[in-house]
């Protein structure tokens, strides 16, 4: 008899990823976000440089990467997406609870990541275009004024709603392609331009005048700086930069092939991912302190300061074209990941097929993120304890959902799995890796991790401020 008419089983054919290098940059691309560009730089250089980044590794390493491998154990050993997973594990089913929370946080995190990536797309045209050729001409103050303007015009009306269903459209169509075809063909491809693109910027920012005092602002390790509330910055951003606690590690999990090394692949991401983002820094600072800015975060450092620094140096746009492809391809590979989170809960767990998934999943992040996410729409005005929603939906989901799906993980694989299972997993049968290590890695689980992300959480509510 034919093994595909076996009666019992319903056998699903599910996609994976084909090769370790295919993994690597799948979940290399999930982890590179906008986070490495406008939270890490900043934060590292106002809190100690070199002593946060120290800071930072430790807690990759206790929160991290502790998540990361238990979010692969679950997928690559049940090949089921976030829900599914506690079909087919021990335990008690109420941990399904994590798929479900995730596929919100999706949806939450969607609707205003996917307007940021607008943003970003359309600074990809206007540097394209030159919009910021003139502001050499000017004096600073009106050239900052002029980015100003550029970006408010940029967020208001019409028009980001237009490029945020952009957006949505081209992360729905490299889904629709599937793990292989999709997820898998963009990120081989893009992850190595913005690689590259990341290095080339780098190593131009180090022949500006004032390359050695942004180094020194980036890097100089300055202890006196690590203050409580830097030391618990770095643990949420340790867990946020690395994409956990909402299923996506998970899904992308169950599509690693049987041969990649858990453990390695885990460490090799939130390594090269610390890359990118001193990189970053590396190729932002030196610019601003050569124009005598002040360093700045968040929006205002991509959309404000970057336009027009670089705008200023010889070849600036190149440079400026360069930096927003670049952050369009963190945006987007970041994205993918995200949906691929409830678009594998659909296909699997509600049986409807990928497609249709995809556009009613996207659908509804389009037009709830276009509805309330922008200062214009419908529901800008709205305010939930003087927030507007953007940012209401980033606090719920990555104050509180986020980091309780995290602490639910640690709980569930810490103390639900039996350690041989886990043992079995993580060294393919004792193919790979280091029994010594995932010892340590499971003591680490229980009992450190989980107290570290309580604090975590008690930290993001405001309880500690
Ligand atoms: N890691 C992403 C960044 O640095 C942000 C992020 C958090 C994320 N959770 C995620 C991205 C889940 C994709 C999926 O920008």
Redesign the pocket.
């Given at each position: 008899m034919n093994k595909q008419h076996e009666p019992m089983e319903k056998q699903v054919t599910r996609e994976t990823f084909s090769t370790s290098l295919a993994v690597f940059f799948a979940t290399l691309g999930?982890?590179?976000?906008?986070?490495?560009i406008w939270k890490f730089p900043y934060m590292t250089g106002m809190n100690g440089g070199a002593a946060f980044i120290l800071v930072y590794l430790f807690f990759v390493l206790l929160i991290g990467i502790p998540i990361m491998v238990s979010e692969f154990y679950l997928g690559r050993k049940t090949r089921k997406n976030a829900v599914g997973v506690f079909d087919v594990l021990k335990g008690p089913k109420s941990f399904k609870i994590i798929g479900y929370m995730g596929m919100v946080s999706a949806m939450l995190?969607m609707f205003f990541y996917s307007t940021v990536a607008g943003w970003v797309y359309s600074y990809v045209v206007k540097t394209i275009r030159g919009d910021f050729r003139f502001l050499k001409d000017l004096s600073i103050t009106d050239a900052k004024a002029q980015t100003t303007a550029v970006f408010d015009a940029t967020a208001s009306g019409i028009e980001p709603m237009i490029w945020q269903g952009l957006a949505v459209i081209v992360v729905a169509t490299i889904l629709m392609l599937g793990v292989k075809k999709g997820i898998e063909r963009v990120t081989k491809t893009l992850m190595p331009v913005l690689l590259t693109l990341i290095i080339l910027i780098a190593i131009r920012a180090m022949f500006l005048p004032g390359a050695a005092e942004g180094i020194s602002f980036l890097v100089k390790p300055d202890f006196s700086q690590l203050t409580t509330s830097s030391i618990l910055a770095a643990m949420g951003l340790a867990f946020?930069?690395?994409?956990l606690g909402?299923g996506?590690m998970v899904t992308y999990g169950s599509y690693f092939n049987k041969e990649n090394n858990l453990v390695g692949t885990s460490f090799k991401v939130a390594f090269s991912d610390v890359a990118v983002s001193i990189l970053a820094g590396l190729a932002i600072f030196p610019v601003v302190f050569t124009f005598g800015l002040a360093p700045e975060g968040g929006p205002g450092l991509l959309f404000n300061t970057i336009p027009l620094v670089f705008s200023l140096l010889p070849l600036g746009n190149l440079l400026l074209v360069s930096f927003f492809v670049l952050s369009a391809i963190a945006a987007t590979t970041?994205m993918v990941?995200?949906v691929e989170v409830p678009v594998a809960i659909f296909t699997e767990q509600f049986k409807i097929n990928r497609k249709l998934s995809v556009v009613m999943i996207t659908s509804v992040m389009f037009i709830i993120g276009v509805l309330t996410t922008h200062p214009d729409a419908l529901f800008g005005y709205v305010r939930i304890n003087g927030m507007n929603l953007f940012d209401s939906f980033d606090y719920l989901a990555s104050n509180v959902l986020?980091p309780l799906g995290g602490l639910l993980i640690t709980i569930f694989v810490g103390y639900y799995v039996k350690k041989n299972h886990i043992l079995a997993e993580l060294t393919n049968d004792g193919q790979v890796g280091n029994p010594k290590l995932i010892g340590a890695y499971h003591i680490i689980l229980r009992y450190i991790t989980p107290i570290l992300l309580i604090i975590v959480f008690l930290n993001a509510m405001g309880l500690f401020s």
């Open positions: 999930s982890a590179v976000g906008l986070g490495n995190i946020f930069k690395l994409s909402m996506t970041a990941s995200m986020m």
